[in-house]
């Protein structure tokens, strides 16, 4: 089964950036498709970006045009890049994969293997 280790998180002032990465290790990673989630302090956990096999991507409304999530196949990692970040997204942020996926929106339930998550921590 695909092994999934996040690794990037860290404190930052709002307008800061930061770029988590995602490590996978499994022989057929490159089929699956790939996700960012997170949960912030009271909240539910709520779908950041997606990635298809075929490079297809989504966002939350909340996120777009501050975060992109990109793939390197070759190196089997999973990034998102975070630019102008608000208090507002502070959370654990989890890695997450899927044989298949529905997007717009992320299916949380379509994800059956997750990271053990990275924290980032956003001051005003």
């Known amino acids: 089964q695909v092994q999934l280790v996040e690794s990037g998180g860290g404190s930052v002032q709002a307008g800061g950036s930061l770029r988590l990465s995602c490590a996978a290790s499994d022989v057929m990673y490159s089929t699956y498709c790939m996700g960012w989630f997170r949960q912030g302090p009271g909240k539910e956990r709520e779908g950041v970006a997606v990635i298809d096999r075929d490079g297809t991507t989504s966002y939350a409304d909340s996120v777009k045009g501050r975060f992109t999530i990109s793939k390197d196949n070759a190196k089997s990692t999973l990034y998102l890049q975070m630019n102008s970040l608000e208090p507002e997204d502070t959370a654990m942020y989890y890695c997450?994969?899927?044989?298949?996926?529905?997007?717009?929106?992320?299916?949380?339930?379509?994800?059956?293997?997750w990271g053990q998550g990275t924290q980032v921590s956003v001051s005003s």
């Open positions: 997450a994969a899927a044989w298949f996926c529905r997007f717009p929106p992320v299916v949380e339930a379509d994800f059956g293997y």
